[in-house]
């Protein structure tokens, strides 16, 4: 049973280009949520997807969209990248409204922007 | 607002030493409380979780307990081993089945042999 995977490992952009990170939830979820993590500090979590539509949202600009596929497959789109984008970003499985509260990360993708 | 507080690392202990990693928390209303774990280079790995007060969660010998009249979900572990050494997060779900996590900054544990 894959867990969550996530494309590509490693990302180096410049500044204002765009960027899309890739996700594949644990076999059997139908939820998938996005994490910032900046260098030193705890995950923040960006926003979520549930039935190809996005359900919450963090405090992050618009610069920051995504995108979930009929196969629970999500995508992360950051446009006009800032250096202190930089990152590793996470992606989050779990099973909307389940019962056993748990949510699964995925290795993540590093994220530097110059 | 909902918030949650870690003790500042690093924490460096010796092995088979007992380990304790303070977490508080702020929220309204009834959250889960989770313990998620980092390995060098590696995403998060979720360590144990308690989802209503007095619950403790428990897993490799790590254990914490759900306090409400305290606001707390402190890490245990009586005897560490080198290969605990990694950045532990504290995390609280405010609203159950949601998933919109609130982290900790991490607290990052250095065991010496």
């Known amino acids: 049973d894959a867990g969550v995977t996530q494309s590509p490992t490693h990302l180096i952009k410049t500044r204002g280009q765009q960027v899309t990170l890739r996700c594949s939830p644990k076999?059997?979820?139908?939820?998938v949520s996005w994490y910032q993590q900046a260098l030193g500090q705890g995950p923040q979590f960006i926003f979520q997807?549930?039935?190809?539509?996005?359900?919450q949202r963090g405090n992050f600009p618009d610069r920051f969209s995504g995108h979930q596929f009929p196969n629970y497959s999500s995508e992360l789109n950051v446009n006009a990248l800032l250096l202190g984008d930089s990152a590793l970003y996470l992606c989050a499985s779990s099973l909307w409204r389940g019962e056993q509260e748990t949510q699964y990360f995925g290795p993540g993708t590093r994220l530097l922007v110059l | 607002g909902n918030s949650v507080t870690q003790m500042e690392g690093p924490v460096t202990l010796s092995e088979e030493a007992f380990l304790t990693i303070n977490c508080t928390y702020t929220?309204?209303?009834?959250?889960?409380l989770f313990w998620y774990v980092q390995y060098p280079g590696e995403g998060l790995q979720l360590l144990l979780k308690?989802?209503?007060?007095?619950d403790k969660g428990s897993n490799k010998g790590f254990e914490a307990t759900y306090r409400k009249e305290t606001t707390s979900f402190h890490l245990e572990k009586g005897s560490v081993q080198v290969s605990d050494s990694a950045v532990y997060f504290c995390a609280l779900n405010p609203l159950r089945g949601t998933y919109k996590y609130i982290f900790g900054t991490g607290t990052r544990l250095k065991v010496l042999a």
């Open positions: 076999s059997g979820h139908d939820t």
């Open positions: 929220a309204t209303g009834y959250p889960s």
């Open positions: 997807y549930y039935e190809e539509e996005e359900r």
């Open positions: 308690a989802t209503k007060a007095d």
